[in-house]
């Protein structure tokens, strides 16, 4: 984990700030983000199927799995220091570029972009790539932007 000051954040754009540990994505964790989005394909859900019908018998984390593990993976990353709050203010690009079969381990790598100013907050723009064990090809690509508070 990497800690800076608010006040360091501008120096660092351009940076590979650093990489999270390693996560495993197991068959529980694909059910129950299944359960709470209502996506329950077969891909993702159905081990027997899948063994039968998937080019290596596995099922597969949903692609937006994978993307919502970016704040919990980023917290492993950075910490900032004097913010009393931060929020996600959204995406601008995202590619699903690999799947990530259950039993695999994912880990975030995360440069930053860009930190400017934005009213009373300072936007942070951050290009995340989650990595996937032995695989050359990240399974996620995203650009971040966030917003963070004195």
């Given at each position: 984990?990497?800690?800076?000051?608010?006040?360091e954040?501008?120096?660092?754009?351009?940076?590979?700030?650093?990489?999270?540990?390693w996560v495993?994505?197991d068959?529980?964790?694909?059910?129950?983000?299944?359960?709470?989005?209502?996506?329950?394909?077969?891909i993702h859900?159905?081990?027997?199927r899948?063994a039968?019908?998937?080019?290596?018998?596995?099922?597969?984390?949903?692609?937006?799995?994978?993307?919502?593990?970016?704040?919990m993976?980023?917290?492993?990353i950075?910490r900032v220091?004097?913010?009393s709050r931060g929020?996600?203010?959204?995406?601008?690009?995202v590619?699903?570029?690999?799947a990530?079969?259950v039993g695999?381990?994912v880990?975030?790598?995360?440069?930053?972009?860009?930190?400017e100013?934005?009213?009373d907050?300072?936007?942070?723009s951050?290009?995340f790539?989650?990595?996937i064990?032995?695989?050359?090809?990240?399974?996620?690509i995203?650009?971040?932007?966030?917003?963070?508070?004195?």
């Amino acid at each position: 984990m990497r800690t800076v000051s608010f006040d360091e954040l501008p120096s660092l754009a351009g940076q590979e700030i650093g990489v999270s540990e390693w996560v495993l994505i197991d068959q529980e964790r694909v059910n129950k983000f299944a359960d709470a989005t209502g996506d329950h394909q077969w891909i993702h859900v159905n081990i027997e199927r899948a063994a039968r019908e998937m080019p290596d018998g596995k099922t597969i984390a949903h692609g937006f799995l994978t993307l919502s593990l970016i704040p919990m993976l980023s917290a492993q990353i950075m910490r900032v220091t004097g913010v009393s709050r931060g929020i996600n203010y959204g995406l601008n690009k995202v590619r699903f570029t690999n799947a990530v079969q259950v039993g695999s381990r994912v880990r975030g790598r995360q440069k930053l972009i860009s930190v400017e100013a934005r009213g009373d907050a300072t936007q942070l723009s951050s290009e995340f790539a989650i990595e996937i064990e032995g695989q050359k090809r990240p399974a996620c690509i995203a650009e971040t932007i966030g917003l963070i508070y004195r």
